[in-house]
Nanobody, 125 residues
Framework: QVQLVESGGGLVQAGGSLRLSCAAS????????MGWFRQAPGKEREFVAA????????YYTDSLKGRFTISRDSAKNTVELQMNSLKPEDTAVYYC??????????????????WGQGTQVTVSS
């Protein structure tokens, strides 16, 4: 079992940055691929980024490449999402997720077994 707890959300002005962190409990964290998803009000949950269990491979939704960076520290059992040049449309609840994910399935929320409770990110214009 893995429990995930997100932190780092908040209110930021457009153009600003935030760094989200996801702390995982459980000794098997290092074997899971990890992902970040987000859900804006009235919209479906969407894929943001993912990182393989080795940390060597990262995946991003195309529209966020260059602004968001995912990383993990298996020694600390954390995965982070650095978000730069934030826009009002980035406003959403951001969720951390983990699981055994095939290389073609990182964007599929249904493939993840564990989810955090989410952290709110609000970007003001």
């Amino acid at each position: 079992q893995v429990q995930l707890v997100e932190s780092g959300g908040g209110l930021v002005q457009a153009g600003g940055s935030l760094r989200l962190s996801c702390a995982a409990s459980g000794r098997t964290f290092s074997t899971y691929s990890m992902g970040w998803f987000r859900q804006a009000p009235g919209k479906e949950r969407e894929f943001v980024a993912a990182i393989s269990w080795t940390g060597r491979t990262t995946y991003y939704t195309d529209s966020l490449k260059g602004r968001f960076t995912i990383s993990r520290d298996s020694a600390k059992n954390t995965v982070e999402l650095q978000m730069n040049s934030l826009k009002p449309e980035d406003t959403a609840v951001y969720y951390c997720a983990g699981g055994f994910i095939g290389t073609t399935s990182y964007a599929d929320a249904n493939k993840y077994d564990y989810w955090g409770q989410g952290t709110q990110v609000t970007v003001s214009s």
